[in-house]
């Protein structure tokens, strides 16, 4: 390299600096924005930790005009290790601007997930009207406890920041719930309950729900319990949420009880349901007696909903992994993902409840139109060439009632969506998706879900960031989440279909938040 040209990358190196805080240590390093987050496979607009472990989503809690991600993170490696709470902030739940670590472990344990609140009436008394503290409340986990054998280990504690989520005090009254002997105690989701004027708190005791109040977020009283007999039970019961929503263009309002269970998903390993029914402050009651799934991928779990916001507004992140193979997948730099946020709504079909989760809409703020037909015959196999599609959002309105197939591929493998009305089932298949050796469950089954066509005109929509695929059809009805790892990025999308047509196609060139 001349010496002039030497000086010139020298100068622009340097501007092109970014500063980010490195959340292990909470000082401010400086990356190279050419290098950051540009690892193989790292998702350039969902959120993942600058480096190491991450799991689930904890404290989603809209305060000040700002979403706090708070997450389970172990700083020191890339598999699961002593919990702490990770913490990042948005404006628009797109972009992230990753915070110092918000809890450490202490002498009652690990810090597992929970939630957090904002106490504006100041019942904890942990702040001021004028300053109401937010309060944080999670799981401990002990960790000689569980080696001693015992069965007592998971306990709930809390925690107050007055410097909206920068700095963390324990209570020093903590344990606020302490475990009379059950082995899985954990994952509080606590709510303001304006109708009665107090905190209800959610928690999972292996196989149920209990149900919690308190007037001050730190003396707790059992209320109740559900869910024995209910719902699928292939596995432990974790992260609860209860909230209500309004039933889609009506004033009737639902409660929504979702429940994370590892093992027993219907396509493997960790996966979501829920409950639609009612709550009176007390109890929270359900007619239904089988599992609905949130969604039928392999990779979104742990998922729960924003506090604070809008009654309207129900905002949920997963965790975009599967504690199936969380701990393999072949990144190196750091581990998993979020899903996108996305919005909650309740709508009824042939006379029963269902929930739609379905992108935020401020993700089309990252989002440039790549010219294509808008209405696309499907009389032979549709094809489309492109550099790379790891970076896009692509959709189409159709009636689903004829088969149907989506592949995104190259020479070393593809993935595919297929709408198969012969067995009333949407298949997704990873299994030549790239890398897949890493463990058995990964890639080894298409992954079914039912689906009896309307025969009305939905929406398909198929969104890639490099190492994940997030389909959404009919605004959310029907999902599948999954992580992928191609060997080179896809660069052909076919459909084949049987001469129906699809209207309202788009495809979209989606940018990275993290280098823009
Ligand atoms: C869910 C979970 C929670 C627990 C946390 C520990 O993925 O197992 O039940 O609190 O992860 O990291």
Not at 110 to 118: D, E, N, P
């Amino acid at each position: 390299m001349n010496r002039l040209i030497f000086a010139v990358s020298i100068v622009l190196m340097i501007s092109c600096k970014d500063k980010h805080v490195d959340s292990s240590s909470g000082a401010e390093e400086p990356h190279s924005v050419s290098t950051y987050y540009q690892e193989p496979f790292r998702p350039q607009f969902h959120f993942s930790p600058p480096n190491k472990w991450m799991n689930d989503p904890n404290g989603l809690v809209f305060h000040h005009g700002i979403y706090h991600l708070f997450y389970q993170y172990y700083p020191e490696d890339i598999v699961w290790g002593p919990m702490h709470w990770g913490h990042a902030v948005s404006q628009d739940l797109i972009h992230w601007e990753h915070k110092p670590i918000a809890l450490y472990p202490d002498e009652h344990g690990l810090i597992f997930s929970g939630s957090a609140v904002v106490d504006l009436q100041n019942t904890s008394g942990f702040g001021t009207i004028e300053n109401p503290p937010l309060v944080a409340i999670f799981t401990y986990h002990n960790m000689d406890g569980e080696k001693q054998g015992r069965n007592d280990f998971q306990t709930q504690g809390i925690a107050f920041s007055l410097d909206d989520g920068d700095t963390w005090t324990k209570y020093g009254g903590n344990p606020v719930i302490q475990n009379k002997g059950l082995k899985d105690f954990r994952d509080p989701k606590v709510f303001w309950y304006a109708a009665q004027s107090k905190w209800i708190l959610t928690l999972v005791a292996g196989d149920h729900a209990k149900f919690f109040e308190s007037t001050n977020l730190k003396d707790w009283k059992l209320m109740s319990e559900f869910g024995k007999n209910q719902g699928a039970h292939g596995g432990v019961w974790e992260c609860p949420d209860l909230f209500p929503l309004f039933v889609e263009g009506t004033d009737e309002t639902k409660w929504v009880l979702l429940i994370s269970m590892n093992p027993g998903a219907p396509n493997g390993g960790s996966g979501t349901q829920y409950f639609i029914g009612d709550f009176n402050g007390i109890t929270f009651t359900s007619e239904q007696d089988q599992a609905k799934w949130l969604d039928y991928g392999m990779d979104d779990y742990a998922g729960v909903t924003y506090n604070n916001l809008p009654l309207k507004n129900r905002t949920f992140i997963g965790w975009m992994s599967n504690w199936n193979y969380a701990r393999n997948t072949p990144t190196e730099a750091w581990r998993s993902s979020m899903t996108l946020p996305r919005n909650l709504s309740l709508i009824t079909q042939n006379g029963d409840y269902f929930l739609r989760n379905y992108p935020v809409k401020t993700l089309e703020g990252l989002t440039s139109k790549i010219e294509i037909a808008s209405e696309i015959v499907l009389r032979e196999t549709f094809t489309l060439q492109r550099d790379d599609f790891m970076q896009t959002d692509f959709s189409f309105n159709a009636d689903l009632s004829k088969p149907l197939k989506v592949v995104y591929g190259n020479t070393s493998g593809h993935i595919s969506l297929e709408v198969r009305p012969d067995t009333g089932t949407l298949v997704f298949d990873r299994s030549q998706s790239g890398i897949v050796d890493f463990e058995e469950s990964f890639g080894k089954h298409p992954q079914n879900q039912p689906y009896i066509p309307s025969g009305e005109e939905v929406e398909v929509r198929i969104i890639l960031d490099r190492s994940s695929v997030e389909i959404f059809i009919d605004g959310g009805r029907y999902v599948f989440t999954n992580q992928v790892f191609p060997i080179q990025p896809y660069t052909t999308l076919s459909i084949t279909g049987t001469g129906q047509t699809l209207a309202h196609v788009q495809l979209n060139a989606i940018k990275s938040i993290w280098n823009e």
